[in-house]
């Protein structure tokens, strides 16, 4: 049967967007070569009939729920490798992130199938897949398709929207894993966040990124302030971040996290090609930058030019002021 099947990461009782995404868009594609989505699930208790279900909301038909340890790359690459085997399913398309590559890379040795990481976008032609991804700094696109199956697509970080649709609850059906040796061998001991702030960046809807154009290490408390009133998260960029002004977890771009905010604040900023890689998907990008002919302004939706010192400050008083009534 030609299909797809994806992995879902939960985590108290909620899919994440990453995992959304990989839903949806295998979804799509699936539609489009006339095949099925699927998605796999591996967890505890807390994977009731009701929340794997719910992926249908996403595109699945079939959700295959696995009892094991949640989290962790091994029992999952043991669960897709069954799945694959017995069902048949002629690729396996990833989210991204940590543990989207360590599974998917898990998934091709194991199963001898090619793989296309830090992939951006997927397309259906004559029948197959063919996994595009940015290559030398991001310069270029590279087109690749697979020889055989199953072919596996690893996503970069939130390369691929969420998108609910008409679709029931997906079937569930609970399949039993006799995992590994070897994938028993790691356990989860903790489980946290590192960020900057206590909202998590790649889900944010709302992020305020700082420059160097900030100046020094303590101007970022100010753009806390503003993303604090927007209910929004802080993000920064490498020059900052080598420069030990913000942690590197919330750094943007090419060596950073990738997001799709519906709003992204750019302060201080100068839009270099590889911070532009990892924004670049915001619905709506502001720039404030004192250089009329700084690169941001080539790709921003609203571009002011003056000092962000100026700007920022009158900024937090109107949202405050609005929040608090204002006009
Ligand atoms: C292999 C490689 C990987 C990289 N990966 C990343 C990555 O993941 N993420 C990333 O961000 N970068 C990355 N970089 C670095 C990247 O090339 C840029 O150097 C970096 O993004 C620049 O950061 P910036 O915009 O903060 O600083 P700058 O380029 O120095 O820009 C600062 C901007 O602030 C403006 N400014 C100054 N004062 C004010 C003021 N008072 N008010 C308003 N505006 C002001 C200036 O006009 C300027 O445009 C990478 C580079 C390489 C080579």
């Given at each position: 049967?030609?299909?797809?099947?994806?992995?879902?990461l939960h985590y108290q009782g909620a899919?994440?967007?990453?995992?959304?995404?990989?839903?949806?868009?295998?979804?799509?594609?699936?539609?489009?070569?006339?095949?099925?989505?699927?998605?796999?699930v591996v967890g505890g208790d807390d994977l009731t009939d009701?929340l794997c279900?719910?992926?249908?909301?996403?595109?699945?038909?079939?959700?295959?729920r696995v009892r094991g340890p949640e989290g962790l790359?091994?029992p999952v690459?043991?669960a897709?490798?069954?799945?694959?085997?017995?069902?048949?399913?002629?690729?396996?398309?990833?989210?991204?992130?940590?543990?989207?590559?360590?599974?998917?890379?898990?998934?091709?040795?194991?199963?001898?199938?090619?793989?296309?990481?830090?992939?951006?976008?997927?397309?259906?032609?004559?029948?197959?897949?063919?996994?595009?991804?940015?290559?030398?700094?991001?310069?270029?696109?590279?087109?690749?398709?697979?020889?055989?199956?199953?072919?596996?697509?690893?996503?970069?970080?939130?390369?691929?929207?969420?998108?609910?649709?008409?679709?029931?609850?997906?079937?569930?059906?609970d399949v039993d894993v006799?995992f590994?040796?070897?994938?028993?061998?790691?356990r989860m001991?903790?489980r946290?966040?590192?960020?900057?702030?206590?909202?998590?960046?790649?889900?944010?809807?709302?992020?305020?990124?700082?420059?160097?154009?900030?100046?020094?290490?303590?101007?970022?408390?100010?753009?806390?302030?503003?993303?604090?009133?927007?209910?929004?998260?802080?993000?920064?960029?490498?020059?900052?971040?080598?420069?030990?002004?913000?942690?590197?977890?919330?750094?943007?771009?090419?060596?950073?996290?990738?997001?799709?905010?519906?709003?992204?604040?750019?302060?201080?900023?100068?839009?270099?090609?590889?911070?532009?890689?990892?924004?670049?998907?915001?619905?709506?990008?502001?720039?404030?930058?004192?250089?009329?002919?700084?690169?941001?302004?080539?790709?921003?939706?609203?571009?002011?030019?003056?000092?962000?010192?100026?700007?920022?400050?009158?900024?937090?008083?109107?949202?405050?002021?609005?929040?608090?009534?204002?006009?």
């Amino acid at each position: 049967m030609s299909g797809i099947l994806t992995y879902a990461l939960h985590y108290q009782g909620a899919f994440n967007k990453n995992s959304l995404g990989a839903v949806s868009e295998g979804a799509k594609l699936a539609a489009e070569l006339g095949g099925e989505a699927a998605a796999v699930v591996v967890g505890g208790d807390d994977l009731t009939d009701e929340l794997c279900a719910s992926l249908g909301r996403y595109g699945a038909k079939k959700v295959y729920r696995v009892r094991g340890p949640e989290g962790l790359a091994q029992p999952v690459v043991d669960a897709m490798a069954k799945v694959i085997t017995e069902q048949g399913y002629d690729y396996a398309l990833f989210g991204g992130g940590l543990l989207g590559f360590e599974v998917g890379a898990g998934l091709s040795a194991r199963l001898r199938a090619g793989v296309v990481m830090e992939v951006t976008e997927v397309k259906v032609q004559d029948g197959r897949l063919i996994a595009t991804r940015p290559v030398l700094q991001d310069s270029a696109l590279v087109d690749s398709g697979y020889v055989g199956s199953p072919g596996i697509v690893i996503g970069r970080l939130n390369a691929f929207d969420a998108v609910e649709r008409d679709g029931g609850p997906a079937e569930v059906i609970d399949v039993d894993v006799q995992f590994e040796a070897h994938s028993q061998k790691a356990r989860m001991v903790k489980r946290g966040e590192q960020r900057g702030a206590d909202v998590n960046i790649e889900d944010a809807e709302i992020i305020v990124a700082g420059g160097r154009g900030l100046g020094e290490a303590e101007k970022f408390r100010m753009l806390e302030e503003l993303a604090e009133l927007m209910g929004g998260a802080v993000a920064a960029t490498r020059a900052v971040v080598d420069a030990g002004w913000y942690p590197y977890a919330a750094q943007i771009g090419q060596t950073g996290k990738t997001v799709a905010p519906k709003l992204y604040l750019a302060a201080g900023i100068s839009g270099a090609i590889q911070h532009k890689v990892g924004m670049q998907n915001s619905e709506n990008i502001v720039a404030i930058n004192k250089d009329p002919n700084a690169p941001i302004f080539e790709f921003c939706d609203l571009g002011v030019v003056g000092d962000l010192h100026k700007i920022v400050p009158k900024l937090i008083e109107a949202v405050r002021a609005r929040k608090n009534g204002g006009a």
